[in-house]
Nanobody, 123 residues
Framework: EVQLVESGGGSVQAGGSLRLSCTAS????????IGWFRQAPGKEREGISC????????WYANSVKGRFTVSSDNAKTAVYLQMNSLKPEDTAVYYC????????????????WGQGTQVTVSS
């Protein structure tokens, strides 16, 4: 059974930084992607970043490009999302998820999800 656990959320002021972690277990696919998504109150869940498990391909939504960086550890058991220059509009619950397909920001392509971690950015 695939399990994903996010951590690292919290409250920061605008301009601050946070680093989210996604720890994965139970993945049996040789190739997969891990995506980062977020959902603000009253809004649809949106994809913001993803990376293939080999680390060779990553993608960012325009809203976070240049501010967020996705990376993975050498053992490929954890994926990180470094978030810099945070803005109040980045406030949301952040989720990681796995897909057997290539890196994509499309929510419906992901099969397994973590429970989410809250990020709150104050002005």
């Amino acid at each position: 059974e695939v399990q994903l656990v996010e951590s690292g959320g919290g409250s920061v002021q605008a301009g601050g930084s946070l680093r989210l972690s996604c720890t994965a277990s139970g993945i049996t696919s040789a190739d997969y992607a891990i995506g980062w998504f977020r959902q603000a109150p009253g809004k649809e869940r949106e994809g913001i970043s993803c990376v293939n498990n080999n680390g060779r391909h990553s993608w960012y939504a325009n809203s976070v490009k240049g501010r967020f960086t996705v990376s993975s550890d050498n053992a490929k058991t954890a994926v990180y999302l470094q978030m810099n220059s945070l803005k109040p509009e980045d406030t949301a619950v952040y989720y990681c998820a796995t897909s057997k397909r290539r890196c994509s920001l499309q929510v419906h392509l992901y099969e397994h999800w973590g429970q989410g971690t809250q990020v709150t950015v104050s002005s």
